[in-house]
C-alpha cells in the first residue's frame, strides 16, 4: 500500500513536495511519480532506477523536479520548484512498476 500525501494549491513559481509511503523499503525497487491533467492521458514525470544512481524526467520538467527514495521513512519524494500552472494535474507514485499510491491534487495558478 502506498500513501500519498502533500499536494495542494500553490502560486506559479512556488514549490510543493510529495511525499509516497510504502510498507517497505523503497530503494531496491523502480521509483516513479506519474500524473494526469483534465482531459488528458496519464503521463511519465519522473523515476529512479532501482539503487538510485539513474534517473529519467520528463522534458517538461527537468531542472524543476527531483524524484528521491529515503529507506530509512520507506518514502518516495518529489520535491516540486518553479511550478508552472501547466504542471496542474492529479500526481501518482509508482513502485516496482505494480503499486500505485491514492493520487495527490497540485493546483498551480495565481
Known amino acids: 500500500q502506498l500513501v500519498e500525501s502533500g499536494g495542494g494549491w500553490v502560486q506559479p513559481g512556488g514549490s510543493l513536495k510529495l511525499s509516497c509511503t510504502a510498507s517497505q523499503s523503497v530503494s531496491i525497487y523502480h521509483m516513479a511519480w506519474y500524473r494526469q491533467a483534465p482531459g488528458k492521458q496519464r503521463e511519465l514525470v519522473a523515476r529512479?532506477?532501482?539503487?538510485?544512481?539513474?534517473?529519467y524526467y520528463l522534458d517538461a520538467v527537468k531542472g524543476r523536479l527531483t524524484i528521491s527514495g529515503d529507506d530509512d521513512e520507506n518514502t518516495i519524494y518529489l520535491q516540486m520548484n518553479h511550478l508552472l500552472p501547466e504542471d496542474t494535474a492529479v500526481y501518482y507514485c509508482?513502485?516496482?512498476?505494480?503499486?500505485w499510491g491514492q493520487g495527490t491534487q497540485v493546483t498551480v495558478s495565481p
Open positions: 509508482n513502485l516496482g512498476l505494480r503499486y
Open positions: 529512479m532506477l532501482p539503487g538510485g544512481e539513474r534517473t
